[in-house]
């Protein structure tokens, strides 16, 4: 099927949401479950704790006695409350990563205390959409506090003037409100986005939106899914690869299958490159990710780079790409932000 569609649903009793392109899975959100650490972009007020000396942090007291790791620790007072914003998930038995650098953010506006400023996203460059969202933005944060800035995202050049107005006005009156409830103990003020949420928010606009009972039925996203639960990866035409987590990394091993010509292993691992974050954001996989690629010559490594860096473009800082090793792997270093699919669907 040609064009994109945005399905809403349920796995296992859990929300969903898939984003299919030409009948490509593109993307697919679900929810982690109440045993799950927190998401990111969950805000808490925590207490402080005791700084890590040689580690340049310090673990702060969040609610029901789990604790927190806030990197550097300037400012810090033991005892005293204190908001943080979770960052990315938390590794087992890891405290929960945070920091004081608060952002509320939804489709439109994303309100930063402590970061003054009006912005607006440098995909918009045209004149007139420019000067439209730069009277929005000044009317929306008119008597705010001089410390508060807003950023309008790229989605704001197609929509109504009126929905970024709210978005706004929604945004500074959330930040206003749990800037002023700092004190007191430790407490989830605001709960990161679930999968419909960050779909509506993230996500950009689709041909088809379907949130029916059958969304997922219409779609055919339990078979999407399915495939994306296979650890084999098969590329068009000739080569595939392996893409299996273990406990330490992600392991990426890239093979030329049935064709023996001398490019073989440049067009695998070319492949492999431009598929490879569509992978990783399906497959919720992040952390440590070493790729065993496909013999080719040395002289090869720099088109394979080049590949690999214009397909993690639109990763922003997420993703480090690393380098390579001296047994010729190469390692990329990704945040994570999501948990793996396959932890959540049994």
């Known amino acids: 099927m040609k064009g994109s569609v945005i399905a809403l649903g349920e796995v296992q009793g859990k929300r969903a949401a898939a984003w299919i392109v030409d009948g490509r899975l593109e993307d697919f959100l679900i929810d982690a479950g109440e045993d799950a650490p927190p998401a990111p972009g969950s805000i808490f007020r925590a207490r402080g704790g005791r700084s890590l000396k040689g580690m340049g ?62 912005n607006i996203s440098r995909q918009i460059t045209e004149d007139e959409h420019l000067m439209r969202l730069h009277d929005l933005a000044s009317e929306g944060m008119e008597g705010a506090d001089e410390a508060m800035g807003l950023i309008l995202r ?68 339990h078979e999407l899914i399915d495939a994306t639960l296979d ?35 440049l067009k695998a691992n070319i492949a492999l490159a431009r598929d490879l974050p569509r992978q990783l954001r399906v497959r919720g996989l992040a952390g440590q990710i070493t790729i065993e690629l496909a013999p080719m010559a040395k002289k090869d490594r720099r088109q394979f780079e080049q590949s ?16 390579w090793t001296p047994l010729g792997n190469f390692e990329i270093q990704k945040k994570r932000t999501r948990m793996p699919i396959a932890e959540l669907i049994s």
């Open 308 to 323: 690999l860096k214009a397909a993690f473009k639109s990763e922003g800082n997420d993703t480090v790409l690393a380098g």
């Open 57 to 118: 942090g310090a673990l702060l007291d969040l609610p029901d006695g789990e604790k927190a790791y806030l990197r550097g620790n300037k400012g810090l007072k033991p005892g005293a409350p204190m908001l943080v914003q979770v960052t990315h998930i938390a590794e087992e038995g890891k405290a929960v990563p945070v920091t004081t650098r608060l952002l509320f953010k939804s489709k439109y506006a994303i309100v930063t205390p402590d970061a003054p400023g009006l």
């Open 231 to 265: 650890v084999r990866v098969p590329f068009k035409g000739a080569g595939y690869a392996f893409i299996e987590p273990t406990r330490a990394m992600v392991a990426v091993d890239v093979n030329t299958g049935g064709d023996f010509s001398p490019a073989a292993g």
């Open 154 to 221: 790229s989605a704001c050049e197609s929509a109504a003037s009126e929905a970024i107005a709210e978005d706004i006005a929604a945004m500074r009156e959330l930040a206003e409100a749990v800037l002023a409830d700092e004190a007191g103990e430790p407490e989830l003020l605001v709960a990161g986005a679930d999968a419909w949420e960050a779909a509506w928010r993230d996500w950009p606009e689709a041909d088809v939106f379907d949130d029916s009972e059958d969304a997922f039925d219409n779609h055919g996203v």
